[in-house]
């Protein structure tokens, strides 16, 4: 089962076309159901949709995500192999450590997170006899 997705700007919604070949194989080597229709991916931003979306569609999506990352980086890809994964998976987790650390060392950050600890050494050093 091979995959076609088309994506419609104006919608900005991603249809899943199965046919036999390496999606439906996945799928069922891992027990899901597959996607025939994706929303707007921009919706999995919201935890609750996310918690509320089948397995199937946020692993769809996920896909969708990781093939958009393969489109913009410009490189040919003639297949998926490990390297190619752990690389995206690299960008990913720079990313989020960069913006991790953006907020970490923002200044109302750490008065808020001063706060906190000034908070719980005031419990931790309270004697409750």
């Not at 088309?6 to 799928?27: C, H, I, M, R, W």
Request: glycine share 4%.
């Amino acid at each position: 089962m091979s995959v076609n997705t088309e994506t419609s700007p104006a919608q900005g919604q991603t249809t899943v076309l199965e046919k036999d070949g390496v999606y439906a194989s996945l799928f069922e080597k891992i027990n899901l159901a597959p996607a025939s229709n994706l929303g707007d991916i921009n919706a999995f931003l919201d935890d609750a949709a996310l918690s509320d979306a089948p397995a199937g569609e946020r692993l769809t999506a996920a896909m969708q995500v990781f093939m958009d990352c393969i489109r913009k980086s410009g490189q040919q890809v003639e297949k998926l192999d490990k390297t190619l994964i752990d690389h995206h998976i690299a960008e990913l987790d720079y990313q989020i450590s960069r913006q991790l650390d953006a907020v970490m060392h923002h200044e109302a950050f750490q008065k808020v997170e001063s706060l906190w600890r000034g908070l719980q050494q005031l419990v931790d050093n309270t004697d409750y006899r």
